[in-house]
């Protein structure tokens, strides 16, 4: 199995620390070949200081945003490498739902772990507030943890489609501490006869043909 590279982007949230949480209890830091732990600092928009020309607004990164930004990084860092996994830590500016998708182009990592719960408020911009975003628009899978409890059991939802197969390679290549329990789902569609149309010397056996495909269809 070919190591894993993550990317973990954070706001130091309940939310992301789930996400941190969920990752270190499931996955086999053997397994994987790097955590790429992700903050972005949000761009705030300031008004120049009195007498000066240009008095429209200007949009800067608050020092303050940007130090705390670090601190989460390599807490972070800090927690995973102490349970084995190997980081990188990465700094970068802008709107998270944006950035995270655009960073996720460029470095084209094998799978995105992500909270559902991001801070909130006037200046800060939570990575749970962008997820469904997130997976939407980045080019590979996202994992969107809504508990910090390791993985120990998977509904496979398949019907045999490309999107089906490209699910099921994902989860065969999840690196997974222990053994899981798979549940692998489909749905089997069977179209009841209409009332109209068949000659009534055909009704019988034509709902006993429905009968027959229900029967086998709960079977599978």
Sequence with gaps: MTAMRVLFPTDGSA????????MIASFDPTAVETVEVLAVIPRVTRWPGAGREDHGPMTV?????????????????ER?????????ATL??????????????AQWP????????????????GVGSVSGKVARYAPT????????????????????SPDAELALDQLAGLPLREATTVT???????????????APTMVAEVEAAYRDELLEARAV
């Design 61 to 77: 990164i608050d020092a303050a945003h940007r130090d705390a930004a670090k601190g989460t990084v390599h807490s972070v860092c």
């Design 141 to 160: 899978s996202e994992l969107v943890a809504r508990t910090p409890d390791p993985i120990r059991r998977i509904v496979l939802g398949y019907d045999a």
């Design 110 to 125: 094998d799978l995105i772990i992500v909270g559902t719960r991001g801070l909130s408020g006037a200046h800060r911009q």
């Design 80 to 88: 995973l490498e102490a349970a084995g996994f190997r980081t990188v």
């Design 184 to 198: 692998v789902c489909t749905v089997y569609e069977v179209a009841a006869p209409l009332a109209s149309g068949v």
């Design 15 to 22: 939310g992301a620390q789930e996400a941190l949480e969920l």
């Design 92 to 105: 970068l500016s802008g709107h998270p739902a944006e950035t995270i998708v655009l960073h996720a182009r």
